[in-house]
């Protein structure tokens, strides 16, 4: 490292000057020639050594080429070079991988200032996203606020950096880490469990036949597909809130839960026989971990806080009956909230919609009901000529915008509905009421 | 409908470093242990020192391979043809080109359909990206990227926004920053969180906000071509394809590859969910398509013919996963039948490769994107 910052003495280290490269001048650049000169007379060593130790020093990426930076050699010739600035600005996980590195090929033997910053780093790596994300931005921010003959300098610095730096693909210490990990996968993909052909691909043909009906390439869309008619028809009748479903919609609710919750309107049905059994808490908590899972990270934390004081805490206004060790490990969890944080609990619940409830919908009057009350379109057949004139009347339809926006106040009303009735609190307001009428009649008489 | 094995991850503290996030159940020597990414990694470093050899790791490697061999084999009772077998023959199919947008100054790279069946968003190589309305041929937004060769892009789910990514390594307004270019990109299951996959060898999760970096998935060893994410309930996976020839499936909480695929011979161009989450197709540079059951751990189908000798650019399913639609470099779109593995169409129309196909959310169309600046919309 001494040796590196010698060489960047302007007075008695390598000749740098300002070079083009293509378009852009770069300042303060270093032929190969130069470098190893000034080895040679520096350390009196022969061309070979100097060659060597030069090589070393772009290797370890003290200095860089600039244009071929994968090319990691110092050549005794006119190609260009840089100088690699200081490492403070390529702090943090890059050097814990190149501490690492070192630190394996020193067999654990490194200097006290080595240790010392290998200890720092590692502490570094409990906030390692928090800062890198910082640095990110940062850079990002100060990148473009650079003159342009810096932002290519810049450029090939990180580039130089990242070819040294990031796990490289051949070598025989990375050999070795390539083929350690290669046999830890293949040790747990041995222990993985796995199906009988007979079994998937048996569900896989299932899944055709269940679905055939449905696809527009193999079954006529009804009334008729838009993209060959022209007419539009067939998306008018299947919006996000129609009335009436259309009956192929319903019939495709019931192929899986999934299906039911992934159409909007099927989950409004579903909503609607849950309510009528009191059982809504394990859809509405489903829902609330999706919003956690699939949420900004900046809403995490406050989510989460909410979703324990309706579902998990005890006495909570929607609480969801799930066995003692998922809640146990889910509130524990909750500690520390992140967006898997309700994961075990998720699945418990949807794993009991799935096998209990979903069945108990279909055969439920509310789903029959809609099943008779459903739609079933007539084909339309229109001649080329009307196909021609439906073409020209064709309606942009509702923007997804609007949609979106109507979906969001449908939900701010839905939830402030069914926001549910703090039995407690109403039960202690009539207790204190209680009590003061009694105190009341008691001083009375 | 088919009873999922849910990957149940665990979360809790790590046995090594105790900081408690997603653990990677590992087994080392038959021992099962449960380390956090992190210190898997500083484990895998530090074993060279226990001073194992580079013989003694490869011949590890070698036996491990066979085993794995082995315990496929053993489950594997049936071909899918066979299955297949009892399901009647597809008929003819009459698609044809019901609408050729055009607008793109260049080669258009990519496309992606809006929720809402009819809208769609294409990029391009000159550095435009338009959103089209299909339904009506009519251009609703043009937007310009500084950089050419937009690879990916992606429409949000609310159909509020769409995200772009290519040769300058970022994605969108610098929300995924990669070392090299951006090849794939997908929005999750809201707007908030993007998965993208690079040049750079490497998948990653992005929070749209933020900028922040949520996960990263390490694991090819070449460049990333494309990604695409389950579409199942549990919804915490996803399958990339790469230049290494490998098809990895990965754990979105975890980081970690659950699966892993090498049978194809060349570069893989693109990979695709089957609709029910089960099984996985890729389209590579060797011709073939090939199909995967992700139950089985196995390849189980390969769609090829002589007379197909160009490279696969991109693949999709139909609604109920009976047909593959797959996009040549020869400017031809086969049809194949998935489960009989035979061809049941050929598509032509463009006048160039063909880079990109979906198939429309409610499964009624089909768009195919070209090099020769037009998206044709089929059904």
């Not at chain 1, 999934?258 to 809504?280: A, M, P, V």
């Not at chain 2, 070698?62 to 594997?76: F, H, P, V, W």
């Not at chain 2, 990109?185 to 993208?196: K, Y």
Request: hydrophobic letters at 35%.
């Amino acid at each position: 490292m001494a040796l590196v910052v010698e060489m960047q003495d302007p007075k008695g280290g390598v000749k740098g000057s300002e070079q083009k490269l293509n378009v852009t001048s770069i300042p303060y650049v270093i032929t190969g020639e130069h470098v190893l000169t000034w080895i040679t007379n520096k350390m009196k060593s022969n061309t070979e050594e100097a060659q060597v130790m030069a090589t070393m020093l772009v290797a370890y990426g003290y200095i860089y080429p600039i244009q071929n930076h994968k090319k990691l050699v110092m050549c005794n010739d006119g190609t260009l070079y840089r100088f690699q600035t200081d490492f403070g600005t390529f702090d943090t996980v890059d050097s814990v991988v190149a501490m690492m590195k070192l630190n394996i090929r020193k067999k654990g033997m490194l200097e006290a200032y080595e240790q010392a910053h290998y200890n720092h780093l590692n502490k570094w790596l409990n906030h390692k996203w928090d800062f890198i994300v910082m640095q990110a931005t940062e850079q990002y921010k100060a990148t473009k606020e650079r003159k342009k003959a810096d932002r290519v300098v810049l450029d090939c610095q990180e580039r130089a950096y990242w070819v040294v730096n990031r796990p490289p693909v051949s070598g025989t210490d990375t050999f070795f880490h390539t083929a350690l990990t290669h046999n830890i996968f293949y040790q747990q993909t041995i222990m993985r469990s796995r199906v009988k052909s007979s079994v998937s691909l048996g569900a896989l043909v299932k899944y055709v036949t269940t679905y055939k009906n449905h696809d527009a390439f193999l079954a006529p869309c009804l009334p008729s597909n838009p993209w060959l008619t022209n007419n539009d028809n067939y998306w008018t009748l299947n919006t996000r809130r129609v009335e009436t479903p259309t009956k192929m919609r319903v019939e495709r609710w019931s192929f899986s839960l999934f299906e039911l919750l992934t159409d909007l309107r099927g989950r409004d049905d579903f909503k609607i026989f849950l309510k009528k059994e009191f059982s809504g808490e394990n859809l509405a908590f489903w829902e609330a971990a999706e919003e956690l899972k699939w949420g900004t990270a900046s809403s995490m934390s406050s989510k989460a806080e909410t979703i324990f004081k309706t579902f998990l805490a005890p006495g909570a206004p929607r609480w969801i009956n799930i066995d003692g060790r998922t809640m146990g490990m889910t509130v524990k969890g909750l500690e520390h909230p992140h967006r898997y944080v309700l994961e075990a609990a998720q699945t418990h619940v949807f794993m009991l919609m799935k096998k209990d409830t979903f069945f108990r919908y279909l055969k439920s009057p509310t789903y029959k009901d809609i099943q008779k009350k459903a739609l079933s379109p007539e084909a339309q057949n229109f001649s080329p000529a009307q196909i021609e004139q439906n073409a020209q009347s064709c309606s942009p339809g509702i923007h997804p915008i609007i949609l979106w926006q109507q979906e969001m106040e449908e939900n701010a009303k839905a939830a402030a509905a069914s926001a549910p009735v703090d039995v407690k609190a109403m039960m202690s307001k009539m207790d204190r009421k209680n009590k003061h009428i009694l105190e009341f009649m008691h001083t009375r008489f | 409908m088919c009873d999922q094995t849910f990957m149940a991850a665990t979360f809790g503290p790590c046995e090594s470093c105790g900081k408690p996030s997603p653990l990677m159940n590992i087994y080392i020597k038959n021992e099962a242990i449960n380390y956090c990414s992190f210190c898997v990694e500083l484990m895998a470093c530090q074993g060279l020192q226990s001073g194992e050899s580079v013989a003694s790791l490869k011949r590890e490697c070698e036996s491990l391979k066979k085993k794995l061999e082995e315990e496929r084999g053993k489950l594997n009772d049936v071909e899918l043809h066979q299955v297949a077998d009892k399901i009647e023959v597809l008929g003819a199919l009459a698609i044809k080109t019901r609408r050729v947008l055009k607008g793109h100054g260049n080669k258009v790279l990519c496309m992606d359909w809006c929720k809402d069946k009819r809208r769609l968003v294409s990029s391009s190589q000159d550095g435009k990206v338009i959103v089209w309305d299909g339904f009506t041929l009519s251009k609703e937004n043009g937007i310009s990227v500084p950089c050419t060769w937009v690879m990916a892009c992606a429409y949000a789910p609310t159909g509020c926004a769409v995200a772009c990514g290519g040769l300058d390594n970022k994605c969108s307004k610098a929300v995924a920053m990669h070392t090299n270019y951006v090849s794939g990109c997908t929005f999750t299951n809201s707007d908030n969180q993007i998965l993208t996959s690079s040049g750079d060898g490497s998948c990653a999760l992005w929070d749209v906000e933020s900028g922040q970096l949520l996960q990263s998935f390490h694991g090819h060893t070449a460049d990333v071509l494309s990604l695409d994410l389950a579409p199942s309930e549990t919804g915490n996976t996803f399958v990339s394809g790469g230049c290494d020839k490998k098809a990895n499936v990965w754990d979105m909480r975890s980081g970690q590859n659950i699966q892993s695929f090498e049978s194809h011979v060349s570069d893989i161009n693109c990979v695709k969910y089957y609709p029910s989450g089960d099984a996985f197709a890729s389209a590579s540079d060797d011709a073939t398509c090939r199909f995967y059951d992700l139950r089985a751990d196995r390849e189980v189908a390969v769609y090829q013919k002589d007379s197909v000798i160009f490279g696969a650019s991109t693949v999709d399913f139909s609604l109920s996963g009976r047909l593959l639609f797959a996009g040549y470099n020869d400017y031809t779109i086969n049809v194949w039948d998935v489960l009989k593995g035979t061809r049941s169409s050929i598509l032509f129309g463009h006048e160039n490769r063909v880079s990109r196909v979906r198939v429309s959310p409610d499964g009624t169309a089909l768009c195919s994107a070209s090099w020769d600046h037009t998206l044709r919309i089929w059904a």
